[in-house]
């Protein structure tokens, strides 16, 4: 039985999807999926589609941020009903970035805790 593709999501209304992010994580098949808006990721999420995410916090006027998402991850982890993924921040708005960070550390902190039940 063949391994399961590792996806990526490359959150971000306006950059470009940087080569070095198409990567693998060892020999397996990288899936890279490019999403402008939360909306999009939380559906690949609900299918098992995001192992990784790289935030941007900006995504448009009057769109939901990264860190939006960043705490609905948080909120799922929190009471164990959600899988880990691993993250980074590419986003360029310095207090953006550090709110993401606050609350994708402090899901770190309860799916390392908690027994995950999706």
């Known amino acids: 039985m063949k391994n ?8 971000d ?5 940087p080569d070095e992010f ?10 890279v999926f490019r999403c402008m808006d939360i909306e999009s990721v939380k559906r690949l999420y609900r299918y ?3 192992d990784h995410i790289s ?3 900006d995504l448009g006027e009057g769109q939901e941020t990264g860190y939006d998402l960043a705490k609905w991850f948080e909120s799922l982890a929190f009471v164990g009903k959600c899988k880990p993924v691993t993250w980074d921040i590419h986003s360029a708005n ?5 709110y993401i960070k606050m609350a994708m550390a ?3 902190k309860f799916w390392k805790s ?3 039940t999706p």
């Not at 209304?13 to 999807?17: K, L, S």
């Open 106 to 108: 402090s899901a770190d």
């Open 94 to 98: 310095y207090d953006g970035s550090k």
């Open 22 to 31: 198409c990567g693998s994580p060892g020999d397996g098949l990288v899936v």
């Open 4 to 11: 399961k593709p590792y996806f990526k999501v490359w959150l």
């Open 13 to 17: 209304d306006t950059r470009p999807i």
């Open 55 to 57: 935030f941007d916090h």
């Open 48 to 50: 098992d589609y995001v």
């Open 114 to 116: 908690r027994q995950v």
